[in-house]
């Protein structure tokens, strides 16, 4: 059972526009959601972050949504450039309450290419 | 400051064999965790731990022993290695199991053959 969904493979996006990256849980016990980015042979890398009592968190061009009530999460980034092209992760952590508690359950993955 | 140190980057095994994947981290950092990525997987925890001398299974432990006997060290052991366990491995680690975000190595690629 996937507790937490990227249902889009890939995204496709030209550069200066803006990309939206989805994202949703079906676990009512996470408390705090991250997208990680990962590049070829690295690891992935945090990106941003937004904790369940938030429903917007902002860095910069990179702005995470919660929609608690629909278990919706999304990345936008404004405005996109080439080197925004990677493999994004969103992750949910568990709460003190559940058997996820400290865990990081991630999704599958999207893959952001932003052609020049 | 090296962060997230994992050790080697590259192995192949054959079917049967042991091995153990190295992971050093010099942040000090209490949680430290082994994730593993597949394609249209994800990354899915294997073990955990938030501490020294404590250590507890994740979403996909069989196959797999850890022991962390020192803050810094987490080693990975694979026990008799199978080609379901061909994957890209990672160590992660935090300051503790609450805090946010985990760091990442730069992982071990593995194949079985």
């Known amino acids: 059972d996937q507790q937490v969904k990227q249902n889009s493979p890939s995204l496709s996006v030209q550069e200066g526009r803006i990309s939206i990256l989805n994202c949703d849980y079906t676990?009512?016990?996470?408390?705090?959601f991250l997208w990680y980015k990962k590049y070829p042979a690295e690891g992935p890398t945090f990106l941003i972050s937004i904790s369940s009592i938030k429903d917007k968190n902002e860095d910069g061009r990179f702005t995470v949504f919660l929609n608690k009530s629909a278990k919706h999460l999304s990345l936008h980034i404004v405005p996109s450039q080439p080197g925004d092209s990677a493999v994004y992760f969103c992750?949910?952590?568990?709460?003190?309450?559940?058997?996820?508690?400290?865990?990081?359950?991630f999704g599958q993955g999207t893959i952001l290419t932003v052609h020049p | 400051n090296a962060g997230v140190t994992q050790t080697p980057k590259f192995q192949v095994l054959k079917t049967g064999q042991s091995m153990t994947l190295q992971c050093a981290q010099d942040m000090n950092h209490e949680y430290m965790s082994w994730y593993r990525q597949d394609p249209g997987m994800g990354l899915r925890l294997i073990h955990y731990s938030v501490g020294a001398g404590i250590t507890d299974q994740g979403e996909v432990p069989n196959g797999y022993n850890v022991s962390r006997s020192t803050t810094e060290d987490f080693p990975l052991r694979l026990l008799s290695a199978a080609p379901s366990q061909t994957s890209v491995y990672f160590c992660?680690?935090?300051?503790?199991?609450?805090?946010?975000?985990?760091?990442f190595g730069d992982g071990t690629r593995l194949s079985i053959l």
């Open positions: 992660a680690t935090s300051r503790d199991v609450e805090y946010q975000p985990q760091h």
């Open positions: 676990n009512s016990m996470f408390d705090y």
């Open positions: 992750a949910a952590k568990g709460n003190a309450g559940g058997t996820s508690y400290g865990k990081l359950t």
